[in-house]
Protein backbone atom coordinates (compact mmCIF):
# COMPACT_ATOMS: atom_id res chain seq x y z
CA UNK A 1 0.00 0.00 0.00
CA UNK A 2 1.74 3.47 -0.83
CA UNK A 3 0.71 6.21 1.64
CA UNK A 4 2.12 9.77 0.26
CA UNK A 5 1.09 11.20 3.93
CA UNK A 6 3.13 8.83 5.75
CA UNK A 7 6.20 9.46 3.86
CA UNK A 8 5.95 13.36 3.56
CA UNK A 9 5.55 12.84 7.22
CA UNK A 10 8.79 10.80 7.15
CA UNK A 11 10.77 12.75 5.41
CA UNK A 12 9.77 16.15 7.10
CA UNK A 13 10.43 15.29 10.34
CA UNK A 14 14.21 13.23 9.65
CA UNK A 15 15.21 16.62 8.97
CA UNK A 16 16.84 17.60 12.28
CA UNK A 17 16.15 21.37 12.05
CA UNK A 18 12.85 20.88 11.59
CA UNK A 19 12.34 18.08 14.37
CA UNK A 20 14.24 21.32 16.47
CA UNK A 21 11.65 23.64 15.78
CA UNK A 22 9.08 21.53 16.19
CA UNK A 23 10.37 20.22 20.06
CA UNK A 24 10.58 24.16 20.69
CA UNK A 25 7.43 25.19 19.42
CA UNK A 26 5.21 22.58 20.75
CA UNK A 27 6.63 21.75 24.17
CA UNK A 28 6.73 23.68 27.02
CA UNK A 29 9.40 25.11 27.55
CA UNK A 30 11.20 23.80 30.27
CA UNK A 31 11.21 20.50 28.50
CA UNK A 32 12.14 22.13 25.17
CA UNK A 33 14.90 24.43 27.14
CA UNK A 34 16.54 20.87 28.20
CA UNK A 35 16.33 18.92 25.67
CA UNK A 36 19.75 18.82 23.90
CA UNK A 37 18.76 18.69 20.12
CA UNK A 38 21.80 18.25 18.99
CA UNK A 39 21.96 14.82 20.73
CA UNK A 40 19.17 13.83 18.78
CA UNK A 41 19.75 10.51 17.33
CA UNK A 42 17.17 8.73 14.64
CA UNK A 43 16.31 5.30 16.43
CA UNK A 44 14.37 2.47 14.59
CA UNK A 45 11.38 3.14 13.41
CA UNK A 46 8.97 0.32 14.37
CA UNK A 47 8.96 -1.20 17.35
CA UNK A 48 5.18 -3.53 17.04
CA UNK A 49 4.37 -6.75 17.20
CA UNK A 50 1.33 -8.66 15.85
CA UNK A 51 -1.13 -6.87 18.08
CA UNK A 52 0.58 -3.71 16.39
CA UNK A 53 0.85 -4.86 12.91
CA UNK A 54 -1.39 -2.23 11.37
CA UNK A 55 0.13 0.72 13.31
CA UNK A 56 4.02 1.86 13.14
CA UNK A 57 5.82 4.24 15.30
CA UNK A 58 6.57 6.24 12.08
CA UNK A 59 9.60 8.05 13.83
CA UNK A 60 11.55 7.47 16.90
CA UNK A 61 14.26 10.17 18.18
CA UNK A 62 16.70 9.73 21.24
CA UNK A 63 18.14 12.23 23.32
CA UNK A 64 19.75 13.62 26.16
CA UNK A 65 17.79 15.99 28.92
CA UNK A 66 19.46 18.34 31.12
CA UNK A 67 23.03 17.02 32.45
CA UNK A 68 21.22 14.09 33.75
CA UNK A 69 22.63 10.71 31.38
CA UNK A 70 19.59 9.38 30.85
CA UNK A 71 17.86 8.53 27.71
CA UNK A 72 14.96 10.47 26.50
CA UNK A 73 12.92 8.70 23.35
CA UNK A 74 10.44 10.99 21.27
CA UNK A 75 8.17 9.08 19.46
CA UNK A 76 6.08 10.45 16.49
CA UNK A 77 3.36 8.91 15.27
CA UNK A 78 1.34 10.24 11.89
CA UNK A 79 -2.40 9.22 12.77
CA UNK A 80 -5.12 9.77 9.74
CA UNK A 81 -7.74 8.96 12.46
CA UNK A 82 -8.78 9.27 15.61
CA UNK A 83 -7.59 6.61 18.06
CA UNK A 84 -10.38 5.31 20.76
CA UNK A 85 -7.92 4.27 22.81
CA UNK A 86 -4.36 5.61 22.24
CA UNK A 87 -2.73 4.81 25.64
CA UNK A 88 -3.58 1.39 25.14
CA UNK A 89 -1.46 1.63 22.14
CA UNK A 90 1.70 4.06 23.43
CA UNK A 91 2.14 1.71 26.55
CA UNK A 92 2.53 -0.84 23.91
CA UNK A 93 4.97 0.75 22.17
CA UNK A 94 7.10 1.20 25.67
CA UNK A 95 6.46 -2.17 26.31
CA UNK A 96 7.95 -3.51 22.80
CA UNK A 97 10.99 -0.59 23.18
CA UNK A 98 11.94 -2.19 26.54
CA UNK A 99 12.17 -5.26 25.70
CA UNK A 100 13.97 -4.69 22.24
Not at 17 to 28: G, K, R
Not at 55 to 80: D, G, Q, R
Request: a negative charge.
Amino acid sequence: MDNPHDKFFKETFSRPTILTDFLQAYLPIEISEAINTSSLRREADSHTDEALSEHFANLVFSATYCTVPIKTTLLFEHKSYPESYVHFQLNQYLLNIWQH
